[in-house]
């Protein structure tokens, strides 16, 4: 539970990193590249200890493919509320394709 905690803070932190500079495009762009990555530091200081907190019970592809689901999860919550984007049918879609993979990933 600790790495899913750890990923998913980090997943908001690198959303943000990535994205947040969206609704600020009258921002020049070098700084919203050093903003981001001061964000993606922050990131950094939980991703790094999920990863090594969890790869003692997860392979490394089982590891990604739980940051993938988490990501895809934060994303959908933030398109909506911070960029105020729907989510449109095929998106969704898409979505769901991508993590039907989960399945084969921690298939036995």
């Given at each position: 539970?600790?790495?899913?905690?750890?990923?998913?803070?980090?997943?908001?932190?690198?959303?943000?990193?990535?994205?947040?500079?969206?609704?600020?495009?009258?921002?020049?762009?070098?700084q919203?590249?050093?903003?981001?990555?001061?964000?993606?530091?922050?990131?950094?200081?939980?991703?790094v200890?999920?990863?090594?907190?969890?790869?003692?019970?997860?392979?490394?592809?089982?590891?990604?493919?739980?940051?993938?689901?988490?990501?895809?999860?934060?994303?959908?919550?933030?398109?909506?509320?911070?960029?105020?984007e729907?989510?449109?049918?095929?998106?969704?879609?898409?979505?769901?394709?991508?993590?039907?993979?989960?399945?084969?990933?921690?298939?036995?």
């Amino acid at each position: 539970m600790r790495t899913i905690a750890l990923l998913t803070v980090s997943n908001v932190f690198m959303t943000f990193a990535w994205y947040g500079h969206l609704r600020y495009k009258s921002v020049p762009l070098w700084q919203a590249i050093v903003v981001s990555w001061l964000i993606a530091f922050v990131e950094y200081c939980f991703q790094v200890p999920a990863n090594r907190f969890g790869h003692c019970q997860f392979s490394a592809a089982q590891l990604k493919t739980i940051q993938e689901v988490i990501t895809l999860i934060v994303f959908c919550v933030f398109s909506v509320f911070y960029l105020r984007e729907g989510l449109k049918w095929n998106y969704l879609v898409g979505f769901f394709l991508m993590t039907g993979a989960v399945f084969f990933i921690f298939k036995k």
